[in-house]
């Protein structure tokens, strides 16, 4: 006689005072927690951050994040009773979800005192093998749906003349300019670019004289390796010729770098000319120290 496997999902005033997520009429579990408590019958793989894999009896399923489709390995596309979540790095999809495998789910979609899932034969599961590893019963937290972040409030666009920038919109201008990029945070937790510019891939945007965000100064700079002590007099050389400034890094290697203003007034093509113009000052000052 086959086993049966059940999985209490609990509600409590005990997990909720943990500082689970606020209420939803959609009762919802962990992936990790199900797939632990399950043991070897389960496993959970989120290296795929967007799209955490939960294998059932060695039979994979897709559960995209934010989706309220799940994907079977058969080709079936199931709709949920809500959308797949991730909060703190934990994936929460809705509970009936276990339905769709061929479980039966003892709880309507409101939240209940506990929920129930008994899996006889889940989909394409070997039952007799696998149930035999296993044992009958297991317990689980369960919450109500996890809170979703809400949507990013769009980038003021950059239009007439300006004094200052945040660090979204020069993240918005330096996408629109094409060019592929990191944003950075420092540490004090300020925000800067790192950028690839034609074939240089660490060209570096900061920005300063910031009032809550909003920054009135913006300096480029990149820096060549030539192995440290880099004669000085090259550097004085190229900045009495240029009007952008040379230096020497803390290693003794060359350093270009350009700086602007905005306090007294600038427009959006100002800027993108200013961003644009540092590939040009980075190719020659590349081949004025030789690299």
């Known amino acids: ?87 703190a790095g934990v994936t929460y999809v809705p509970a009936r979800f276990f339905a769709s495998l061929g479980c039966a789910v003892n709880a309507s979609q409101g939240r209940a005192a506990s929920v129930n899932i008994s899996c006889k034969n889940p989909q394409g599961a070997n039952v007799a093998k696998d149930f035999a590893r296993l044992a009958p019963s297991a317990t689980v937290p369960a919450t109500a749906a996890p809170a979703t972040r809400a949507a990013a409030a769009p980038v003021p666009v950059l239009r007439g003349t300006f004094t200052a920038v945040n660090a979204d919109q020069l993240g918005a201008v330096l996408k629109e300019l094409g060019y592929a990029f990191k944003r950075l945070t420092d540490d ?8 690839m510019m034609g074939d240089f891939d660490k060209i570096y945007l900061d920005l300063y004289s910031c009032d809550k965000g909003n920054c009135q100064a913006l300096q480029l700079y990149t820096s060549f390796d030539k192995g440290g002590k880099y004669p000085s007099a090259k550097i004085v050389e190229w900045n009495h010729d240029y009007f952008t400034q040379a230096y020497l890094t803390d290693n003794g290697n060359p350093g270009v770098s350009d700086y602007t203003k905005l306090m007294g007034g600038v427009t959006l093509d100002y800027i993108k000319t200013f961003i644009k113009d540092f590939q040009s000052t980075a190719e020659d000052f590349a081949k004025f120290v030789d690299f």
Not at 188 to 195: K, L, Q, V
């Open 1 to 87: 006689m086959k086993q049966l496997l059940v999985v209490a999902l609990v509600f409590g005033s005990s997990v909720m005072a943990q500082g689970s997520p606020p209420a939803s009429t959609v009762a919802y579990v962990s992936l990790r927690e199900v797939a632990t408590a399950f043991q070897t019958f389960m496993g959970l793989d989120s290296t795929a951050a967007k799209q955490p894999r939960l294998t059932v009896a060695g039979v994979a399923h897709t559960l995209p994040v934010g989706s309220t489709k799940a994907f079977l390995v058969s080709g079936q596309t199931i709709t949920l009773a809500g959308p797949v979540v991730t909060q």
């Open 188 to 195: 004090d937790g300020d925000a800067y670019f790192e950028i």
